[in-house]
DNA sequence: CATGTTAGTCAACAGTCGTTTACTGATTTT
DNA sequence: AAAATCAGTAAACGACTGTTGACTAACATG
């Protein structure tokens, strides 16, 4: 009911959002989702933090909070809207650029992984948040990264040796493929950032891990197939 | 008669804790820890918990939770301690009980995931400290997974087709497994406990990541040999 | 220039929070 | 039987919380 704006605001025909006002709004609103972030730097929770500590951090007072989110919910997911918009687009760039030919495992891992380490704060936002959030935020997430993983699919669908796989498989397969980066982002993020042996030691590990499930794919029938026990 | 029902109980000789007011101690610490497991069941995470309400669920005023507890942050570390404590004494049983020669894989799987079942809420509680807790609960989870993970690692060096293995590479693969139980842990939590379709899916996709996981091990060469691109 | 719009302030509200202090009364020890 | 222990209570504290309504002043519109 705060929404309904009776006056219609004849804002330039050409420039729909530039007033100063305009971007004054803006800039408070990425202040208070970048005072959020720099709260969850430490060991913080989000769920833990407070409407107001976001504000003092942020530089508006508590009230002015509403002004741009009905509450900290809300505020949680443009953060991870944020967070998987800039996810999708490194994604998108990826692609376009073309596949490398050879060394395709080793390129792929390091472009995530490195863009983990330029996004840092987002992606420490989405594992505290991916178990321990509300459900709301929860649900949003786990959407973000059935998405992905489905985008996964796709590419790999275009592999020659992958096109015996099913469907089911080869979702299966691009699941097992995220939580492997998914498992060495978490790690990622509790490296120390100066530490380039640590982290030299956790890309290298991604992707053998990547190896190790390739290897096994390219032998996969359905799993019908016996395994030494 | 007054020498008849003398009674002496100078703890420390043969019974060290068992008077009235040490067992109704326990039974009180354990109302606190069930408590808290309680507020857990819901939306809500371990941080976001006030010593108050965890006392008003308990059955104790506030002021009498430091009779048993320092702060939260101790009842948590108890908790954790609890949940550890009988996933290894489920190992320790399924360890004794011999390993089945056929349909190990399955075997393992529905083990430890009807545990998980029967101890929900302690596995809830874990997913959800483990990345957005203190750093000291985080690294006590983390500690523990480690440890799990080691435990692994050893019943499969027992494997004739894993001897080949160095350490590094058994670890990561004992790592790789526990990262699919774990996983299916996470979706197992989400999933109702009343849709028995949804609970076999779990179960069988988990079982069948194994089973590609294990084709890739009986190849592996420590990931010099090259795959398909 | 006059008028409306609105991002942000200010002050107050009713609650909840963790922690402390002094206490009570049942159990244990001597 | 007296004395000591101690799990739990009661009340108070200062600090912090989310949300509110009335405000101001810079901006935008006509």
């Known amino acids: 009911m ?5 006056r219609r605001r004849t804002r330039g025909a050409d420039d729909p959002n530039s007033g ?16 959020a972030l720099e709260l969850l730097e430490g060991e913080r929770s ?21 002004r741009h989110f009905a509450g900290m919910e809300e505020l949680g997911h443009a953060l991870i809207e944020d967070s998987f ?29 490195d863009h983990v380490q330029a996004h840092r704060s987002h992606f420490r936002f989405i594992a505290k948040e991916r178990y321990s959030g509300s459900s709301v935020l929860r649900i949003a997430i786990r959407k973000e990264i059935r998405l992905w993983v489905g985008e996964v699919a796709v590419d790999l669908s275009r592999f020659p040796f992958l096109q015996r796989f099913n469907s089911d498989d080869l979702q ?19 490296a120390e950032q100066t530490d380039a042996d640590a982290i030299q030691r956790i890309y290298k590990n991604a992707e053998k891990q990547m190896r190790l499930l390739m290897l096994g794919a390219s032998l996969w029938d359905g799993g019908r197939s016996s395994v030494p026990e």
């Open 2 to 6: 705060t929404t309904a704006g009776r």
């Open 20 to 35: 100063q006002r305009d971007d004054r709004k803006r800039r408070t609103r990425r202040a208070l989702l970048d005072a």
């Open 46 to 66: 989000f769920s833990s933090l407070s409407l107001r500590e976001v504000t003092r951090v942020g530089g508006i007072t508590p009230a002015g909070f509403y």
């Open 85 to 113: 918009e800039s996810l999708h687009q490194m994604m998108r760039d990826a692609r376009k650029a073309g596949l490398p030919p050879a060394h395709m495992i080793r390129a792929s891992v390091t472009t995530f992984l």
């Open 172 to 190: 299966m397969l691009a699941g097992m493929m995220v939580n492997i980066v998914v498992a060495a982002t978490e790690l990622l993020l509790d």
